[in-house]
Protein backbone atom coordinates (compact mmCIF):
# COMPACT_ATOMS: atom_id res chain seq x y z
CA UNK A 1 0.00 0.00 0.00
CA UNK A 2 1.57 3.56 -0.81
CA UNK A 3 1.84 6.09 1.69
CA UNK A 4 -0.75 8.63 -0.51
CA UNK A 5 -3.43 5.58 -0.15
CA UNK A 6 -2.37 5.28 3.84
CA UNK A 7 -2.97 8.88 4.62
CA UNK A 8 -6.24 8.92 3.10
CA UNK A 9 -7.39 6.04 5.03
CA UNK A 10 -6.16 7.52 7.99
CA UNK A 11 -8.14 10.55 6.60
CA UNK A 12 -11.27 8.72 6.56
CA UNK A 13 -10.80 7.40 9.75
CA UNK A 14 -10.38 10.72 11.63
CA UNK A 15 -13.26 12.23 10.30
CA UNK A 16 -15.27 9.06 11.03
CA UNK A 17 -13.92 9.60 14.49
CA UNK A 18 -14.68 13.77 14.51
CA UNK A 19 -18.53 12.78 13.06
CA UNK A 20 -18.86 10.38 15.96
CA UNK A 21 -17.70 12.22 18.97
CA UNK A 22 -19.99 15.45 17.77
CA UNK A 23 -23.31 13.01 16.83
CA UNK A 24 -22.56 11.43 20.24
CA UNK A 25 -22.77 14.89 21.94
CA UNK A 26 -25.97 15.28 20.24
CA UNK A 27 -25.09 18.16 17.55
CA UNK A 28 -26.01 17.87 14.35
CA UNK A 29 -23.49 17.08 11.67
CA UNK A 30 -22.84 17.11 8.41
CA UNK A 31 -20.64 17.54 5.36
CA UNK A 32 -20.36 21.24 4.00
CA UNK A 33 -19.66 21.75 0.21
CA UNK A 34 -16.20 20.47 0.34
CA UNK A 35 -17.04 17.55 1.93
CA UNK A 36 -15.34 17.93 5.72
CA UNK A 37 -17.21 17.08 8.82
CA UNK A 38 -19.51 20.33 10.17
CA UNK A 39 -20.86 20.56 13.51
CA UNK A 40 -24.07 22.91 14.42
CA UNK A 41 -23.59 24.00 17.79
CA UNK A 42 -27.23 25.28 18.82
CA UNK A 43 -26.91 29.12 20.38
CA UNK A 44 -28.07 30.19 23.77
CA UNK A 45 -29.00 33.49 22.07
CA UNK A 46 -30.50 34.71 19.12
CA UNK A 47 -33.16 32.00 19.25
CA UNK A 48 -36.61 33.48 18.87
CA UNK A 49 -40.21 32.27 18.97
CA UNK A 50 -39.74 31.41 14.99
CA UNK A 51 -36.82 30.05 14.60
CA UNK A 52 -33.21 28.77 17.10
CA UNK A 53 -29.87 29.76 15.51
CA UNK A 54 -26.60 27.95 14.98
CA UNK A 55 -23.20 28.29 15.31
CA UNK A 56 -21.76 26.07 12.21
CA UNK A 57 -17.85 24.78 12.66
CA UNK A 58 -15.77 22.81 9.88
CA UNK A 59 -13.22 20.82 10.36
CA UNK A 60 -10.28 20.10 7.76
CA UNK A 61 -7.64 17.43 8.36
CA UNK A 62 -4.07 17.61 6.57
CA UNK A 63 -0.94 16.20 6.69
CA UNK A 64 2.36 18.32 6.75
CA UNK A 65 1.20 21.73 5.04
CA UNK A 66 2.52 23.72 7.63
CA UNK A 67 4.54 21.48 9.78
CA UNK A 68 5.69 17.45 9.95
CA UNK A 69 2.28 16.62 11.71
CA UNK A 70 -1.41 15.83 10.56
CA UNK A 71 -2.85 19.21 10.95
CA UNK A 72 -6.59 19.76 12.24
CA UNK A 73 -8.22 23.11 10.88
CA UNK A 74 -10.86 24.33 12.22
CA UNK A 75 -12.98 26.99 10.69
CA UNK A 76 -16.39 29.45 11.33
CA UNK A 77 -18.84 28.92 8.67
CA UNK A 78 -21.33 31.19 9.64
CA UNK A 79 -24.88 30.29 11.35
CA UNK A 80 -27.79 28.63 10.24
CA UNK A 81 -31.64 29.28 11.10
CA UNK A 82 -33.72 26.16 11.70
CA UNK A 83 -37.49 27.05 11.85
CA UNK A 84 -39.20 26.26 15.03
CA UNK A 85 -42.08 25.30 12.77
CA UNK A 86 -42.34 21.48 11.37
CA UNK A 87 -42.73 21.14 7.44
CA UNK A 88 -45.91 19.20 8.31
CA UNK A 89 -47.15 22.78 9.69
CA UNK A 90 -45.80 24.50 6.23
CA UNK A 91 -48.06 25.59 3.31
CA UNK A 92 -45.79 27.16 1.05
CA UNK A 93 -43.71 23.62 1.25
CA UNK A 94 -42.14 24.39 -2.56
CA UNK A 95 -40.58 27.56 -1.28
CA UNK A 96 -38.99 24.47 1.58
CA UNK A 97 -35.41 23.79 0.11
CA UNK A 98 -33.27 22.13 2.97
CA UNK A 99 -34.42 20.76 6.32
CA UNK A 100 -33.13 19.34 10.11
CA UNK A 101 -33.99 16.02 10.59
CA UNK A 102 -32.69 14.66 13.29
CA UNK A 103 -29.16 15.35 13.40
CA UNK A 104 -28.31 15.81 10.01
CA UNK A 105 -29.64 18.08 6.98
CA UNK A 106 -31.43 16.61 3.83
CA UNK A 107 -32.44 18.88 0.39
CA UNK A 108 -36.22 18.64 0.76
CA UNK A 109 -36.49 19.13 -3.46
CA UNK A 110 -33.93 16.12 -3.54
CA UNK A 111 -35.31 14.44 -6.96
CA UNK A 112 -36.77 10.88 -6.09
CA UNK A 113 -35.11 9.52 -9.12
CA UNK A 114 -33.19 6.10 -7.44
CA UNK A 115 -34.73 3.81 -4.53
CA UNK A 116 -32.54 4.88 -1.93
CA UNK A 117 -34.02 8.63 -1.98
CA UNK A 118 -37.34 7.25 -2.49
CA UNK A 119 -36.73 4.90 1.02
CA UNK A 120 -35.11 7.66 2.68
CA UNK A 121 -38.57 10.18 1.65
CA UNK A 122 -41.13 7.89 2.71
CA UNK A 123 -39.23 7.41 6.52
CA UNK A 124 -38.89 10.97 6.88
CA UNK A 125 -41.37 11.73 9.63
CA UNK A 126 -42.27 15.45 8.91
CA UNK A 127 -43.40 16.05 11.82
CA UNK A 128 -40.26 16.37 13.54
CA UNK A 129 -38.34 18.11 10.16
CA UNK A 130 -37.95 21.39 10.32
CA UNK A 131 -37.08 23.62 7.32
CA UNK A 132 -33.96 25.75 7.47
CA UNK A 133 -34.93 29.29 7.08
CA UNK A 134 -34.37 31.15 3.80
CA UNK A 135 -35.77 34.77 2.46
CA UNK A 136 -38.72 33.42 0.61
CA UNK A 137 -39.76 30.92 3.15
CA UNK A 138 -39.61 33.40 5.96
CA UNK A 139 -41.63 36.09 4.37
CA UNK A 140 -44.36 33.34 3.43
CA UNK A 141 -44.79 32.20 7.02
CA UNK A 142 -44.63 35.81 7.73
CA UNK A 143 -41.43 35.76 10.16
CA UNK A 144 -39.77 39.43 10.79
CA UNK A 145 -36.75 39.65 8.67
CA UNK A 146 -33.76 41.25 11.09
CA UNK A 147 -31.38 43.30 9.33
CA UNK A 148 -27.97 41.26 9.81
CA UNK A 149 -25.52 42.24 11.86
CA UNK A 150 -22.31 44.05 10.62
CA UNK A 151 -19.06 43.37 13.21
CA UNK A 152 -16.67 46.18 12.55
CA UNK A 153 -13.96 43.44 12.75
CA UNK A 154 -15.05 40.24 11.23
CA UNK A 155 -12.01 38.47 11.85
CA UNK A 156 -11.96 38.82 15.59
CA UNK A 157 -14.91 37.67 15.78
CA UNK A 158 -14.64 34.95 14.31
CA UNK A 159 -11.57 34.09 16.03
CA UNK A 160 -13.24 34.58 18.98
CA UNK A 161 -15.86 31.97 18.00
CA UNK A 162 -12.82 29.82 17.03
CA UNK A 163 -11.28 29.90 19.89
CA UNK A 164 -14.41 29.78 22.46
CA UNK A 165 -15.49 26.26 20.48
CA UNK A 166 -11.95 24.99 20.71
CA UNK A 167 -11.59 25.35 24.27
CA UNK A 168 -14.97 23.86 24.75
CA UNK A 169 -15.10 21.06 22.31
CA UNK A 170 -11.60 20.50 21.21
CA UNK A 171 -8.68 21.26 24.09
CA UNK A 172 -10.35 18.67 26.68
CA UNK A 173 -9.76 15.38 27.92
CA UNK A 174 -12.11 13.28 26.25
CA UNK A 175 -11.30 14.89 22.48
CA UNK A 176 -7.81 14.39 23.26
CA UNK A 177 -8.19 10.66 23.47
CA UNK A 178 -9.33 10.52 20.43
CA UNK A 179 -7.29 13.68 18.64
CA UNK A 180 -4.01 13.99 21.00
CA UNK A 181 -2.85 17.42 20.26
CA UNK A 182 0.74 18.64 20.46
CA UNK A 183 -0.36 21.57 22.13
CA UNK A 184 -3.40 23.14 23.13
CA UNK A 185 -3.25 26.34 20.96
CA UNK A 186 -3.54 27.57 16.96
CA UNK A 187 -0.53 27.35 15.42
CA UNK A 188 -1.39 30.37 13.43
CA UNK A 189 -4.55 32.45 12.21
CA UNK A 190 -5.83 29.71 10.02
CA UNK A 191 -6.92 27.93 13.30
CA UNK A 192 -4.88 25.05 12.68
CA UNK A 193 -4.45 22.71 15.81
CA UNK A 194 -1.30 19.88 15.37
CA UNK A 195 -2.48 15.95 15.98
CA UNK A 196 0.85 14.32 17.01
Avoid at 117 to 135: E, G, R, V, W, Y
Avoid at 152 to 179: P, S
Wanted: hydrophobic share 40%.
Amino acid sequence: MTKAKELRIYKQFLKHQLKTYFLEKGYIVVKNFVRDVQVWIPSKKGNTVDYNLYYKFSFKIQFAKLTDLPELIVSYDGTSKVLTKSVQDVEETELIKRCVYGQKTFNYQMDLDTEDKQDFHNSIDFSQAFPIFNLQLARAVNIPIEEPERPKNKYQKYVTLITNFAEKYLFTEEFKALFPFKQDAFIDVLATVLIT
